[in-house]
């Protein structure tokens, strides 16, 4: 695969008179953000099938389009365009804007297969890699957002995001990629009341100290203590070129098969598709890495708050309000043997219940246990991603896209989830591993829906 990049352009927004209006000079991060601060980058890749898209047509019809929306967009996503930095006197980090701020887009084109990068089997990792744009952060600055729109000539075109943790998280990165979608097909103006982001960081109560909390727990994850106010990542795991990416499929006629194995068992559970989507390919997962059975594993996810809150938080509010459950140093032997499905899936069960009751002075120790037991369980497992968030539903125009990818799943082992693109109650399930590994992967998976 050859990639050229074209140009890089910087996008401002078409009006700069909104940020005096909306006060959004400086948006402090919330203790919700913080535990964010030093993750790498959440990367996606969104790719439209486009058989008409000559060099001619992508660049002066479909690029305009694009950029002409997203300056319009980018009027009420503000913090897009900024930074995030930490003041010497300002006790945590903030988002920065300013009246120069902008959003980088690369402009490539692939000589790449765009039907096999776009498909459900397994594509090289760092072919997908390519068409995401990097994130510049340092010590005293960290970019909130950039795009790359890549051009695959007479066959489609991707659009990739690359987006800083800590400003936003995946419901509110899906409702901007959507937004934008629905004013560049729509050639509206102004934006949709329903997709209007809210910044209202008062709604969110909390004593002050879990902002210290928060700030000690990043600190603590940390290798270099010289520097405590480091806005730099922390160290992005080395793969190598036999990693790929592959996405698995449960039709939602197989959620209602592993569904019925399952009540069978324990019928009194609340049994949602994400609770079936998420144990069985923890199952699969576990199996396929085998090893000693009495190993330790531990799995994770994140549960949205901003219902759970009192008062609730707008479906748009814009930032994190996530917290995290898991379950943790379990013997991997629970979930290999053959009950093992049905294991995970009432645990899984039991710790969605529990989200209702969380209380928010509690969410810091959530935090530092998930983190502790990531450094010893021989295998960690998280999702990235959810059914809810709509992804294929952002049309720009040109149809909805032909496949969404979360390449930075790569990092840890996380599994990524989606809704399935055409079969409504089906869930897509991305895994990013060796290759060897994922053909077990797949054989499990596989065997599993047959037996």
């Known amino acids: 695969m050859t990639l050229h990049v074209i140009e890089t352009a910087r996008v ?7 940020i005096n209006s909306a006060n959004l000079h400086k948006l402090p991060l919330t203790f919700f953000d913080l535990p964010w601060l030093l993750f790498q980058p959440v990367k996606r890749v969104f790719f439209y099938e486009l058989t008409e898209s000559t060099r001619d047509h992508f ?3 479909i690029l305009p389009k694009l950029k002409d929306s997203l300056s319009l967009i980018l009027r009420n996503y503000l913090p897009l365009t900024g930074h995030i930095t930490w003041e010497p006197n300002e006790p945590k980090p903030s988002i920065i804007v300013s009246e120069n701020g902008v959003v980088l887009v690369t402009i490539a084109e692939s000589d790449a297969d765009f039907s096999h990068l776009s498909g459900y089997g397994q594509r090289p990792l760092y072919e997908l890699h390519a068409l995401v744009p990097k994130l510049p952060v340092s010590d005293d600055s960290a970019t909130a957002f950039s795009i790359q729109i890549t051009l695959f000539p007479n066959q489609g075109f991707s659009i990739g995001v690359a987006a800083h943790h800590a400003v936003l998280d995946g419901k509110t990165s899906s409702t901007f990629i959507k937004a934008w979608a629905q004013i560049c097909k729509q050639e509206l103006q102004s934006m949709p009341e329903n997709l209007t982001p809210s910044y209202d960081r008062s709604l969110i109560k909390y004593p002050t100290y879990l902002d210290e909390q928060m700030i000690e727990l990043v600190r603590s994850l940390k290798e270099d203590k010289t520097n405590i106010r480091s806005l730099t990542s922390l160290p992005a795991s080395k793969l190598g070129d036999d990693v790929v990416l592959a996405t698995l499929v449960l039709s939602r006629a197989d959620i209602e098969r592993l569904r019925e194995q399952v009540k069978n068992v324990s019928p009194s559970l609340h049994l949602s598709t994400f609770v079936i989507a998420y144990a069985y390919a923890w199952t699969c997962f576990v199996k396929a890495r085998g090893g000693n059975k009495d190993r330790s594993v531990s799995l994770l996810f994140v549960g949205d708050f901003r219902d759970r809150l009192d008062p609730k938080l707008p ?3 814009f930032g994190n309000c996530m917290i995290p459950v898991g379950c943790y140093n379990r013997k991997a032997a629970e979930f290999m043997e053959e009950k093992g499905f049905v294991t995970a899936a009432e645990i899984i069960s039991d710790l969605v219940k529990g989200l209702s009751s969380r209380k928010i002075d509690t969410i810091a120790d959530t935090f530092v246990e998930g983190f502790s037991f990531q450094s010893w369980s021989t295998q960690f497992g998280t999702i990235a991603g959810s059914t809810r968030l709509g992804v294929y539903e952002a049309d720009f125009g040109w149809g909805r896209p032909a496949k969404v990818d979360i390449v930075s799943i790569d990092q840890g082992e996380a599994i ?13 399930i991305g895994m990013c591993l060796k290759k060897t590994e994922i053909d077990l992967v797949v054989s499990f998976f596989n065997n599993g829906l047959q037996s």
């Open 315 to 317: 479906g748009t509010y």
């Open 416 to 428: 990524s989830m989606a809704e399935r693109r055409d079969e409504s109650g089906g869930v897509e």
């Open 12 to 18: 401002t927004p078409t009006d700069y008179s909104v």
């Open 59 to 61: 660049h002066s019809i």
